[in-house]
T-cell receptor, first 115, second 110 residues
């Protein structure tokens, strides 16, 4: 169990640029989740996958946000045309596929700063 | 919609004091409830969970009981230690939705 891995740890970019983050879940975990966390707030759920299927995406913040998990292993979160308000910590988590009562294991996050 | 409301911090306690962090929830179904903890410089990790009414989750001396009648899941510890200093998050999962509280920062002083 090597834990959930996120890359990069930090991303600084100019407003209007596209950014992509990667998440590698714990190998035996079928479920993968993306959250956004701003300073002083709890994680805000964005989307999740069961294997390669994206089961919930209604809470993605806008159509500039998209996520993929093409082979049911790693996942990417892309933000297009970034805005100042996108500055936040983006967290990935994974869990076993035994229903919503399974604990999620979190990565250390990718901190995004928009100049 | 579903939500979690958590006691605001920060909370500062002396070592060996009793801790309570309040958490209440709103849910239309039968959610599972969790407490996660984030120690300084680390990622979130599960502290304890309860999946149905009247369940008590416990870990590392912390306890929380799933109270459906009061829609609460308060976190308690009888005697806190300096090493318990962290941010604590109450969380709810129901179907395909997941909600976290805003977090409560706890500092325990010797």
């Amino acid at each position: 169990d090597t834990g959930v891995s996120q890359d990069p740890r930090h991303k600084i970019t100019k407003r209007g640029q596209n950014v992509t983050f990667r998440c590698d879940p714990i190998s035996e975990h079928n479920r993968l989740y993306w959250y956004r966390q701003t300073l002083g707030q709890g994680p805000e759920f964005l989307t999740y996958f069961q294997n390669e299927a994206q089961l919930e995406k209604s809470r993605l913040l806008s159509d500039r946000f998209s996520a993929e998990r093409p082979k049911g292993s790693f996942s990417t979160l892309e933000i297009q045309r970034t805005e100042q308000g996108d500055s936040a910590m983006y967290l990935c988590a994974s869990s076993q596929d035994r229903g919503s009562n399974q604990p999620q294991h979190f990565g250390d996050g990718t901190r995004l700063s928009i100049l | 919609g579903d939500s979690v409301t958590q006691m605001e911090g920060p909370v500062t306690l002396s070592e060996e004091a009793f801790l309570t962090i309040n958490c209440t929830y709103t849910a239309t179904g039968y959610p599972s409830l969790f407490w996660y903890v984030q120690y300084p410089g680390e990622g979130l990790q599960l502290l304890l969970k309860a999946t149905k009414a009247d369940d008590k989750g416990s870990n590392k001396g912390f306890e929380a009981t799933y109270r459906k009648e009061t829609t609460s899941f308060h976190l308690e510890k009888g005697s806190v230690q300096v090493s318990d200093s962290a941010v604590y998050f109450c969380a709810l999962s129901a179907g395909n939705q997941f909600y976290f509280g805003t977090g409560t920062s706890l500092t325990v002083i010797p």
